[in-house]
């Protein structure tokens, strides 16, 4: 008999499951509350919700949180936060945003050069191989990485918000998206039956321009044209009028961006594998020709004490997290023990951060912003102030509070600069990456 024959859910098994289910009261009480109430307020321990001060000893963030809307662009988002500190010190402004769309836009249109590019290298391999099905699968997402988002400021510069401004599909992503999945999926299957054909290098890349030519319009279409120059002019918060005449792209990043970026490396922990060594996945990036996606795994302490370091020196951190874990959006916070699912459920999740990771149950999937910490008397970090883009309704007018408990169970990366690392740690930022498979967990992207 197989396996699957043998675990058939016959009639006295499933009358089994349901005695047992009855056999507990505590079940039925469960089973009344989810059904008018979202299993989340059912499961949310208020006495440790509650009991989260938002006070930190370290405060840097004094302006409004923005808000990405539907769409999975907070990599883009918490970049622009981070570098817009210096912009509005410089401007003397008290709000003041880049746009986000002039980079998606950019970074639709590389991604799907990067896309096709990747499709032609891969044109030999079986359509069903792992890697080749990974890459049909995730095609033109919103969602990115740290070294993707230096990639395009280093090449496409950053313009204000009203230089290109939201549209509909800019805040909405998703008709958007499904068509230029449709572009580049029937584009993928040019390629790879020319190349089966016998086509050229030359031929193939004639072909991955005319599909280039199609994903520029749909861009265009659905976010604007982006500006190669515009006029700036502003009036400061003490009502004094500037005007720096018609600038590029690159000449406003040059001005305005007062951050070092090519100094700042992605600093990860993740468990499953070896500290003091870099990693690359396969096939992640969007920039062909920039930097590479480039992670140094550390411990955790060390990611702790150099985002620290970065706050208290007068700078937020940019960071990556597995967001929808223990995480109560009223109330603002996250916790590692703020939602009690064992209770509701009369069972146990006690998965490690490493087997999270492994089966799938954890990935980073939202970056943000640090722009606050706590620090205790003893001189370790207690809790941490995010600012998020979701906009101001939720939280503390959008920004949110996470304890330490958190931080070690569900943040996985930081933007850092190098130099705050210990020695041996910059020297290890020479090393070969390893190579890890296109599929794998640390390829996820931030949405």
């Known amino acids: 008999m197989d396996a699957g024959s043998r675990n058939t859910l016959g009639t006295d098994e499933l009358e089994l499951l349901r005695k047992q289910f009855a056999a507990n009261p505590a079940n039925r009480v469960a089973q009344n509350a989810v059904a008018a109430t979202p299993v989340d307020q059912v499961a949310l321990d ?20 923005t808000d990405q809307q539907k769409s999975g662009r907070c990599w883009l988002f918490a970049g622009l936060n981070l570098l817009r500190v210096g912009a509005k010190r410089k401007l003397n402004l008290k ?47 919103d969602g990115g990485q740290w070294n993707m988002f230096v990639a395009l400021v280093a090449k496409h510069g950053l313009v204000p918000k009203s ?29 790879r039956t020319a190349a089966a054909a016998g086509a050229t290098e030359d031929e193939l890349d004639e072909q991955r321009r005319e599909i280039l030519t199609v994903v520029y319009r749909v861009l265009a ?70 930097a590479p996606v480039v992670y140094l795994n550390v411990d955790m302490a060390v990611l702790k004490d150099v985002a620290a370091k970065t706050i208290t020196g007068g700078e937020p951190v940019w960071f ?13 916070v996250w916790d590692a023990k703020l939602l009690d699912y064992p209770s509701v459920y009369s069972t146990t999740f006690a998965l490690s951060k490493a087997d999270r990771l492994t089966y799938h149950e954890s990935a980073m999937s939202h970056a943000m912003l640090f722009t606050g910490v706590d620090i205790a008397d003893d001189g370790t970090p207690r809790r941490w102030r995010v600012e998020n883009s979701w906009g ?48 794998d967990p640390m390829g996820a992207l931030a949405r």
């Open 221 to 290: 279409i659905h976010l604007g044209n982006p500006p190669e120059r515009f006029e700036w002019q502003w009036t400061d918060a003490d009502r004094q009028y500037h005007r720096d005449g018609e600038l590029t792209p690159q000449q406003f990043a040059q001005r305005y961006v007062e951050l070092p970026l090519a100094d700042y490396v992605c600093l990860v922990h993740d468990p499953r594998n070896p500290t003091g060594r870099t990693y690359t996945v396969e096939y992640l990036g969007n920039v062909l020709g920039g």
């Open 163 to 191: 230089a290109m401004p939201e549209t509909d599909s800019s805040g909405q992503t998703a008709r958007m998206n499904s068509i230029l999945q449709k572009v580049l999926r029937e584009g993928a299957y040019t390629l």
């Open 95 to 141: 709000d003041f945003e880049f746009s986000q769309n002039h980079l998606m836009f950019w970074d639709k249109l590389e991604r799907a050069n990067y896309f096709l590019t990747a499709v032609i290298e891969t044109a030999g391999a079986d359509v069903d191989d792992r890697t080749v099905a990974h890459l049909l699968s995730h095609v033109a997402e």
């Open 46 to 65: 208020r006495s440790v919700g509650n009991g989260i001060d938002h006070a930190v000893s370290h405060l840097l963030d004094d302006w409004k949180a």
């Open 320 to 332: 990556g997290c597995d967001v929808a874990q223990q995480f109560d959006k009223k109330l603002g």
């Open 392 to 439: 101001t309704d939720l939280g503390q007018e959008g920004f949110f509070t996470m304890t330490d408990s958190w931080f070690d169970e569900y943040v996985f990366e930081i933007a850092a600069r190098a130099d705050l690392l210990p020695a041996e740690l910059q020297e290890a930022l020479s090393g070969e990456p390893t190579v890890l498979p296109a599929w």
